[in-house]
């Protein structure tokens, strides 16, 4: 772990502590990027300028092919749904059941409302148009990510659903991320990806179409792009690296406990897996157990750059200070392996997902409980929340006054409009107020 396995002895207000939260949520802050950016800034110009051929170029570049044609066959996608094991098929069938079951709650609803002197005034939701999704590739392969972009995208409504994805050196795209793709009902997918997928996506090319919307998470090229793209298209979030804390009491399973913080570490070597616990000797044996379980570990490489570099054990005096330190760092990902867990989330303010007990460990949230596995990281859950339905939504607000309304609030509003300078915003009242007659 941290510093060697280092067991940080945590009071209240610990100064040592805090740095080191500090430190892990700011491992990869977007403003101390400046050569990425520039190189991200050119990416983006070149893709509005040239089109398909700077996708060709780029995706020639950074992942060894050109990618003719962009996008990948319909026959491709029930090829790939075929071709899936049985077993794997009905998981994930599984998974979009509860992922479509849960989301479908989120959809919300609109209100009209009549005012004291008749007039209505409410809200109407509806989804965008076109969303453009964007699944990683590189270290693993996400079909998770598929159906978590796509099937909120789908329940709000969206009428076009666009995927980019990037290939491997032959071309060609992990066939479970296909399956999930066929089975989430996505039929435009692009074999591209990078900050230039998102620049096809934002600005539309050739064979890309121009989406309203952007989700999904990727690499800091991809976060770059989607930062300098907001404003022409909506996004999600700027996603960092994942990352996870555990609350950990004298209930707590030491291989249950390792197991967990394993679970973070094998995405990437900027993951984060961090243990606050009461428990002076699970602090003490947790760094032996993870050794263990690491023997023979198909990702121990990543698994051990990233508790090396990211992971912390901080020993707190009591279950309180464990919920202070949670609250100050803002997780991603929380799991409560502590007594009475559910009662304990009253002391939780700020985090991503709550896994409460045992049975809930942070993967049965990663592929089907149903919530959504896209969450805020880096601290930003202090202000933000998992992707969900209202992503891919908007609503716009309805005003219709009566004549008796503007009548009554008139002179509220002329003086209003008076204080801030703007006589045609208080003549537009005047006139309508003078004499109503004029309307008929």
Known sequence: MAESGKIIDCIKDSEEVLKRLDLISARTSLDSQEKAFSIVKEIIKEVQASGDNALFKYTKQFDGFIPEPLEVLPNQLIEAWEKTPKE?????????????????????????????????????????????????????????????????????????????????????????????????????????????????????????????????????????????VYGQVGIDSLAGP???????????????????????????????????????????????????????????????ESLNKWGLIVLCKDIRTCAELSNYFAPEHLELLIENPFKFTSKIKNAGAIFIGKWSPEAAGDYLAGPNHTLPTSGTARFSSALSVETFMKCSSIIDFSEEALKETGKAIIELANSEGLHSH???????????????
């Open 88 to 228: 794997l098929q009905e998981a994930l069938k599984l998974a979009k059941q509860r992922i479509e079951q849960f989301h479908k709650l989120q959809i919300p609803k609109d209100f009209l409302i009549e005012g004291t002197y008749g007039e209505k005034l409410g809200r109407r939701w509806g989804a965008v148009q076109k969303a453009g999704i964007y699944v990683p590739g590189g270290r693993a392969a996400y079909p998770s990510t598929v159906l978590m972009n796509a099937i909120p995208a789908a329940v709000a409504g969206v009428e076009e659903i666009i995927m980019t994805t990037p290939a491997g050196t032959h071309g060609k795209i992990n066939s479970t991320v296909l399956a999930a793709a066929y089975i989430a009902g996505i039929t435009k997918i692009f074999r591209i990806g990078g900050a230039q997928a998102i620049a096809a996506l934002a600005y539309g090319t050739e064979s890309v179409p121009k989406v309203d919307v952007i989700s999904g998470p990727g690499n800091l090229y991809v976060t770059l792009a989607k930062k300098s």
């Open 242 to 304: 994942s990352e996870v804390l555990i609350i950990a009491d004298h209930t707590a399973n030491l291989k249950q406990v390792a197991a967990d913080l394993l679970a973070q570490a094998e995405h990437d070597p900027l993951a984060s897996a961090i243990l606050l616990t009461t428990e002076i000797q699970l602090a003490k044996n947790i760094t032996k157990e993870i050794n263990n379980q690491l023997k023979n570990h198909p990702r121990e490489e990543i698994c051990r």
């Open 426 to 440: 208080s003549e537009s009242i005047k006139i309508r107020n003078s004499n109503s007659s004029l309307n008929d």
